[in-house]
C-alpha cells in the first residue's frame, strides 16, 4: 500500500533523471512539458554553433550566468527544479549543527541534588 502511494505522488526514478536531463546537456534532446514559445526558444538555442562551443568550454554554472536573457525563460524553469535541492540541503545543515551543538552542551550538563 505504501508503495503504491509513492508511486501516485512520485515519480519512477528513471523517468524522473530522463524528464529533467535537459537541466544538465541542453543539446541532448528537446526536453518534454515545454510550452511551444518555450520550445521554440530551446530549439533556436540549442542550434547555434557558438552557444555548443561556449558550453563544451566552460562550466554549466559559467555558461549558465552567460546566457543571453533570450534563455530566461527556460533558466528560470531549470532554477525552479533546482532550487529545492539546495535550499532543502542548506536547511539539513543547519538543522544538523543545531542538533549537535544541543547534543554537545547537553552531555556538560552537570545535575546536582
Do not use: H
Not at 509513492?6 to 529533467?20: N, P, Q, R, T
Not at 535550499?87 to 545535575?111: C, E, H, M, P
Amino acid at each position: 500500500m505504501l508503495a503504491k502511494n509513492f508511486k501516485k505522488y512520485f515519480l519512477d526514478e528513471d523517468s524522473l533523471v530522463a524528464s529533467y536531463e535537459w537541466i544538465r546537456d541542453l543539446f541532448q534532446d528537446t526536453p518534454e512539458g515545454l510550452s511551444t514559445s518555450e520550445e521554440e526558444i530551446f530549439i533556436d538555442f540549442t542550434s547555434s554553433e557558438k552557444i555548443k562551443r561556449q558550453f563544451c568550454n566552460k562550466s554549466l554554472f559559467e555558461f549558465g550566468v552567460e546566457v543571453d536573457e533570450e534563455l530566461s525563460v527556460l533558466k528560470t524553469k531549470a532554477l525552479r527544479i533546482l532550487l529545492p535541492f539546495s535550499t532543502s540541503y542548506l536547511f539539513q545543515t543547519g538543522f544538523s549543527a543545531v542538533d549537535a551543538l544541543k547534543t554537545k552542551y547537553r552531555s556538560q550538563l552537570n545535575i546536582e541534588k
